[in-house]
């Protein structure tokens, strides 16, 4: 199983990073590769929520499958992400006080199998690394802007 993990601090309290997080519409703002979302069935938000996110991979257009399945208001949001990938995607959110927070992003997915799995696996990781760090950055910025201030915490 690989795992990686980035924090960041966010100029905005947490009820609002958590707000902008949780909405499902703001997915395509923030993670990279994703073009669209489409909600599938109920609920609309929480555990179980499900969603299907179209992804642009150069001249590749997947489908991935979204459902939410940790969800504690204020704190954290997990998601597990289905498609030609499988990966479970954490938003953890902590208080960091005077109007701050700390926003931790985790993935977490399989490891590769198979024949040349060791050659096929490092460039994998890489590539998942920088696409949730870009993810990660442009989640922050984009609350940031959300609340009302910019990169380094000065209102707008």
Known sequence: MGFIKYASDVTAPITVAFAYADDPLSIPNWMVGAAGITRCGDPERGIGAKYEIGYRLGPWRPILHCEVAEHRQDAVLGYTLTGP??????????????????LTSELDFPASKGFAAAL????RAALLRRALRRSESRLRRAIEEFHGTDLVGRLA
């Open 85 to 102: 990938f499988t990966a479970r995607l954490t938003l953890r959110f902590d208080p960091l006080g005077r109007g701050r927070s700390v």
């Open 120 to 123: 096929r696996e490092r460039p």
